[in-house]
């Protein structure tokens, strides 16, 4: 499966993958993050329901805490 995540193309050997089995591969599992899919943000809830599919643009952003 070809992705585009955060503007950069990358290859998954899986046929099929979820929002959590993304989040999983990049290994950002328990982090403080959202994420984007063809301009639709995926509530976190939604991970595991979530199908992706080839060519699918996201876009995975980090909370930065500081003051």
């Known amino acids: 499966m070809q992705l585009s995540v955060n503007g950069n193309?990358?290859?998954f050997e899986?046929?099929?993958m979820t929002?959590?089995?993304l989040v999983s591969e990049l290994k950002i599992v328990g982090k403080?993050?959202?994420v984007e899919c063809n301009g639709e943000i995926i509530p976190?809830?939604?991970y595991a329901?979530?199908?992706l599919n080839d060519g699918d643009s996201l876009e995975v952003?980090?909370?930065v805490g500081g003051g």
Do not use: F, L, M
Request: no cysteine; hydrophobic share 40%.
């Open 14 to 16: 899986a046929a099929h």
């Open 9 to 11: 193309s990358k290859s």
């Open 44 to 46: 976190k809830s939604q």
């Open 49 to 51: 329901e979530t199908q």
């Open 32 to 34: 403080r993050i959202a």
């Open 61 to 63: 952003v980090g909370a």
């Open 19 to 21: 929002v959590a089995d």
